[in-house]
Each structure stands twice: as C-alpha cells, then as structure tokens.
C-alpha cells in the first residue's frame, strides 16, 4: 500500500512481517513482526498509521520518521 503522499510503501507478508520501504531506493525503513500471517494493509489518509492485518487479526502501527 503506497503511503498518501507516495513517499512509502507498505507491504504485508507470509513471513508474518509489515515492512515500509523506500521506493526512490529501495532501503527498508521500518519492520514489525507478529504472531501470523499477514493479508493486507493500509495508510491513515490523516496522521501515518499503517493498518494491517491476517490470521491473527487487526493490528495498527503508528510510522513516523
């Protein structure tokens, strides 16, 4: 999921891991890792929390740089 702005991007796995990247060179800039799989997340349009959530549920992670 591309940040609101276009400046990140967020992304989910089956390695149970949500991760924020920076496109313009690829450097990883942020992981959290939970307890399942994940399916899908989401930016906030309004404050830079990233919704995402799997086979363990719904988490929030709040981004900042």
Known sequence: AWSPD???LATAGDDRTLRVWSPTNGE????????????????SPIDGRIAFGGAGGIYVFAYCE
């Open 28 to 43: 990883c800039k942020a992981t959290m890792r939970v307890e399942a799989q994940l399916y899908h997340c989401a930016w």
């Open 6 to 8: 276009g400046a990140r």
